[in-house]
Nanobody, 117 residues
Framework: QVQLVESGGGLVQPGGSLRLSCVFS????????MGWYRQPPEKQRELVAS???????NYAGSVKGRFTLSRDNAKNTVYLQMNSLKPEDTAVYYC???????????WGQGTQVTVSS
């Protein structure tokens, strides 16, 4: 069973940076599409970025050029580097792992990111 553990959230000032980490276990990491979603206060959850096992990465328009998703297959870890943070980036950020083989998507517990002065 896939397990995902996120870390790295916190409080940061506008214009600052944070790096989120997500450690994957319970299956073969390289076979999964890894992604980051976020849920702002009182809003719906939205996709931030995702990366296929082949290395193709896509981003939401609101974060393109500021956020970078990377994955380290040797460490079974996916990262989300967030730069030039804005107050509207405030949200709970979730790591996900999707298996095309099973059609199942697993979720982490979420980590809070707050951008405020």
């Amino acid at each position: 069973q896939v397990q995902l553990v996120e870390s790295g959230g916190g409080l940061v000032q506008p214009g600052g940076s944070l790096r989120l980490s997500c450690v994957f276990s319970g299956a073969t990491f390289s076979r999964y599409v890894m992604g980051w979603y976020r849920q702002p206060p009182e809003k719906q959850r939205e996709l931030v970025a995702s990366s296929s096992s082949g290395g193709y990465t896509n981003y939401a328009g609101s974060v393109k050029g500021r956020f970078t998703l990377s994955r380290d297959n040797a460490k079974n870890t996916v990262y989300l580097q967030m730069n030039s943070l804005k107050p509207e980036d405030t949200a709970v950020y979730y790591c996900t792992a999707y298996s095309a083989l099973t059609g199942r998507e697993s979720w982490g517990q979420g980590t809070q990111v707050t951008v405020s002065s």
